[in-house]
């Protein structure tokens, strides 16, 4: 069975730092674009990062500089290193998997979802 599992979501004070980890069982994730895509209540899900099978990295506007996607092929996951966390950041994230390693929707399977909340 294909699936995806995030973790590393919790509460934490403005200004501080998260580590969210999505791991993938059934399937290696080398090969397909991961995107973490974020929903916040009452607005609509946004991708926050992705990176492609070659490595290639884009970020939304508003993260950029302070959240870095990487990948651990070892461990079969890819991590999403948030910084600066500001309460707008406040959501539901999610990392979705994408088949042909492009990052270009639509993506094929998702998680579940890990809530982060930053609020002092």
């Known amino acids: 069975q294909l699936q995806l599992v995030e973790s590393g979501g919790g509460l934490v004070q403005p200004g501080g730092s998260l580590r969210l980890s999505c791991a993938a069982s059934?399937?290696?994730?080398?090969?397909?674009?991961i995107g973490w895509f974020r929903q916040a209540p009452g607005k609509e899900r946004e991708r926050v990062s992705c990176i492609s099978s070659s490595g290639s990295t884009l970020y939304a506007d508003s993260v950029k500089g302070r959240f870095t996607i990487s990948r651990d092929n070892a461990k079969n996951t890819v991590d999403l290193q948030m910084n600066s966390l500001k309460p707008e950041d406040t959501a539901v994230y999610y990392c979705?998997?994408?088949?042909?390693?492009?990052?270009?929707?639509?993506?094929?399977?998702w998680g579940q979802g890990t809530q982060v909340t930053v609020s002092s």
């Open positions: 059934g399937f290696t994730l080398d090969s397909y674009c």
């Open positions: 979705a998997a994408e088949r042909f390693g492009l990052c270009v929707p639509p993506y094929d399977y």
